[in-house]
């Protein structure tokens, strides 16, 4: 079947815009994940979603950040007044409710100028 | 809080030569233990896991033991190829109860003919 996936796999912003990436986790996965990968590291965790409800968004790295999932599958990470720093690939992942293996997609690419 | 520390720096072998990958964890309670590979061009992918302490995951010829006593997870192979080439992410799941994943900076792995 297919697998998660992230759109668009590319972002070019300036700095100060907003910014927003999709995500499509397999169907019938209750539990979603972001994370964010700066070059050279591993991801790192930014939000968790247990169908619509944000279980724990302890990740986010500050109020610029936002993410829903209002129908309990497409999920929306938002990032207002982008930062040069915000560069990084972003990752979302998902799995099977009280399963733990997490099936990541191809991420998206974003790129602060 | 949870964190997983690999070694340090690329891994450059030969074809046919053994691997050993390095993985050492800080953890509250017991969590389950992952190997995550990136092959060039690709998403991640769950290489292997294991969920309690000396359980042994294995996939594609590699194998990690779950080392509750020395707190580790180092991978390895017997013999690698050049399709092993990628980058390999050593990763533990939160035991609090959502299985947020904490990683690993990663080892990239290439293998010369």
């Known amino acids: 079947g297919a697998g998660v996936s992230q759109t668009p796999s590319n972002k070019v912003t300036e700095k100060g815009k907003y910014v927003e990436l999709r995500c499509d986790p397999i169907s019938g996965h209750t539990a979603l994940y972001w994370y964010r990968q700066s070059l050279g590291q591993g991801p790192e965790f930014l939000i968790y979603?247990?169908?619509?409800?944000?279980?724990?968004d302890s990740g986010l790295p500050n109020d610029r950040f936002f993410a829903v999932r209002p129908e309990g599958s497409v999920s929306t990470l938002k990032i207002q007044r982008t930062e040069r720093g915000d560069s990084a690939v972003y990752l979302c992942?998902?799995?099977?409710?009280?399963?733990?293996?997490?099936?990541f997609g191809p991420g998206t690419r974003l790129l602060v100028l | 809080g949870d964190s997983v520390t690999q070694m340090e720096g690329p891994v450059t072998l030969s074809e046919e030569a053994f691997l050993t990958i390095n993985c050492t964890y800080t953890a509250t309670g017991y969590p389950s233990l992952f190997w995550y590979v990136q092959y060039p061009g690709e998403g991640l992918q769950l290489l292997l896991k294991a969920t309690k302490a000396d359980d042994k995951g294995s996939n594609k010829g590699f194998e990690a033991t779950y080392r509750k006593e020395t707190t580790s997870f180092h991978l390895e192979k017997g013999s690698v190829q050049v399709s092993d080439s990628a980058v390999y992410f050593c990763a533990l799941s939160d035991y609090y109860g959502n299985n947020r994943l904490a990683f690993g900076k990663g080892n990239q792995v290439v293998v010369i003919p």
């Open positions: 979603f247990q169908g619509t409800g944000a279980a724990d």
């Open positions: 992942a998902s799995s099977s409710n009280g399963q733990e293996t997490q099936y």
